[in-house]
């Protein structure tokens, strides 16, 4: 056999390797974060540092990001990702309800059905946030199956999905910020997105992914270097108190 022939095959199939490496990696990158977070609830038992609300923004980007792909069908990798970030986050918050309820001095529940705004995403029940997805998801359905054939709708679909997905950070820079704090908050979950963030937008601009993904990674790099600066800000004000 030529020579080059077989170097040229070689060189394919370590491409494809590493394509698939990436496409691994992708699907399951996201969603490593919450894994030093999740083993921080359950060791302390206490919720107080995570923002809640880093999952209700990840799961209404995502689950509008599998309508985006419905009327753009990208890499499906990606999809594969949003799939896996749902059940991460999922998880997430079946652990907070559970150690939530777990430390509750009150007898009072505060459901969905209650209706009231000020404990909206504070439910006690698990099942209130997976009623909220259901229901968020029926009406993405609707809307998509009437709207379908707008090339504008699409587009927007997918600019609302990574816009959500770039304020990521977001609620647990605010909730540091309320809390004066960054404990209880894994600071390797954040170090972790921050590598994630990088990395996927790498791979968007590599793949020439659409323009909304490389944007929303930018973004979200720049919040994840805000809350490394509150952790180094607060870690000296602590200390200049206890001096």
């Excluded at 605010?174 to 972790?192: A, E, H, P």
Aim: with cysteine; aromatic share 12%.
């Amino acid at each position: 056999m030529n020579p080059q022939v077989v170097l040229e095959e070689e060189e394919t199939e370590g491409s494809w390797m590493l394509s698939w490496l990436a496409s691994c990696l992708m699907v399951i990158g996201g969603a490593l974060p919450y894994v030093p977070q999740y083993q921080e609830i359950q060791r302390s038992s206490n919720t107080e540092g995570f923002s809640t609300r880093v999952c209700l923004v990840l799961l209404i980007a995502n689950i509008l990001r599998i309508f985006f792909w419905i009327g753009k069908q990208f890499e499906f990798t990606l999809l594969l990702q949003s799939v896996v970030m749902i059940l991460t986050m999922f998880a997430m918050l079946h652990l907070c309800c559970f150690v939530q309820n777990s430390n509750r001095v009150s007898t009072k529940q505060h459901r969905l059905t209650d209706l009231d705004l000020h404990y909206f995403w504070k439910w006690n029940a698990f099942e209130d946030y997976l009623l909220f997805c259901f229901g968020l998801s029926v009406l993405c359905a609707v809307v998509t199956i009437i709207l379908l054939d707008s090339a504008v709708f699409v587009e927007m679909l997918g600019s609302l999905a990574v816009m959500f997905e770039a304020m990521l950070g977001l609620p647990q820079l605010m909730q540091n910020f309320q809390n004066r704090s960054t404990k209880g908050m894994s600071v390797k979950m954040v170090l972790l997105w921050m590598a994630g963030d990088v990395f996927k937008t790498s791979y968007f601009l590599i793949n020439q992914s659409p323009s909304q993904f490389w944007v929303c990674g930018s973004v979200q790099i720049l919040i994840d270097m805000a809350i490394l600066l509150q952790v180094l800000f607060y870690s000296q004000d602590s200390r200049i108190k206890l001096g």
